[in-house]
Nanobody, 124 residues
């Protein structure tokens, strides 16, 4: 089992940057794929990005491709989401999740463990 805690959210102007962190408890962090999801008010939680156990493979939603970068440091039990060129439509609660699955998932159901989320607000 793994517990996740996100941090790094906040209020930023359009065009700005934020880096989210997801710290995991336990010694088995490197056995999990990690995903970032977001949920805006009144909308479904959507996939943003995912990274494989080793960090060698990454996936991005089309809406963030070229602007967001996912990474991880298994020695620190931490995954990151670097968000650049932020837009007002990126405003949401951002969640990290962990999956002990064969491939990096892009659906909520693929992930067993979730953090509590961190709010990102982008003003225009």
């Amino acid at each position: 089992q793994v517990q996740l805690a996100e941090s790094g959210g906040g209020l930023v102007q359009a065009g700005g940057s934020l880096r989210l962190s997801c710290v995991a408890s336990g010694r088995t962090f490197n056995t999990y794929h990690v995903g970032w999801f977001r949920q805006a008010p009144g909308k479904e939680r959507e996939f943003v990005s995912g990274i494989s156990r080793s960090g060698g493979s990454t996936i991005y939603a089309d809406s963030v491709k070229g602007r967001f970068t996912i990474s991880r440091d298994n020695a620190k039990n931490t995954a990151y989401l670097q968000m650049n060129a932020l837009k007002p439509e990126d405003t949401a609660v951002y969640y990290c999740a962990a999956a002990n699955s064969l491939r990096i998932g892009i659906t909520k159901s693929a992930y067993e463990y979730w953090g509590q989320g961190t709010q990102v607000t982008v003003s225009s």
